[in-house]
């Protein structure tokens, strides 16, 4: 357990590792997941097993993360469109499915589903869903292509 971190009601799965200047609070961590330092997790987030989660990502209330993601260093969630200081908010979900990676910087609004071993590019504001193995950059991110059989069993070795 790390020396310097907030670990309320999380359930954390064997094998895992949770580093220093970590936030977590009543979210589900799986098994052979790797949580880096200075990461922030809220109540309700599921991550599945083998999952990378680099530094400084923010990861909200209402995402789901699958397994064998990798999540880049300075990653942001959203879960809500109308933010504000008070009043009533809509909590909107974001799934992020088996085998996508996502680069750094990258911010992914609410509401949006990343398909299966898509790639959403460094420094990308995904607006909206990114199908399956599509290969998405910009602001607002774009498909630029689709990952190849090749690139897919590349990533299962």
Do not use: H
């Not at 970590?22 to 809220?42: A, Q, R």
């Not at 942001?76 to 992020?96: A, C, H, M």
């Not at 509401?111 to 607006?127: F, K, R």
């Amino acid at each position: 357990m790390p020396d310097y971190a907030i670990i309320k009601k999380a359930k954390i799965g064997k094998n895992s590792k949770i580093y220093d200047q970590v936030n977590l609070y009543g979210c589900e961590i799986g098994e052979n997941t790797k949580v880096d330092s200075f990461v922030y997790i809220e109540g309700g987030v599921k991550i599945g097993n083998n999952v990378k989660i680099r530094p400084f990502t923010f990861i909200c209330d209402g995402v789901t993360i699958e397994d064998d993601v990798f999540i880049g260093p300075n990653v942001t969630f959203t879960n809500d469109n109308n933010p504000r200081v008070r009043g009533e908010w809509k909590l909107l979900k974001t799934t992020v499915k088996k085998g996508a990676s996502i680069g750094a910087g990258a911010v992914i609004l609410p509401g949006i589903t990343i398909g299966e071993y898509a790639l959403v590019g460094a420094g990308s504001v995904v607006t909206k869903d990114v199908p399956p193995r599509a290969v998405v950059v910009g602001n607002p991110a774009k498909i630029i292509r689709y990952r190849s059989e090749e690139d897919i069993k590349s990533l299962l070795e």
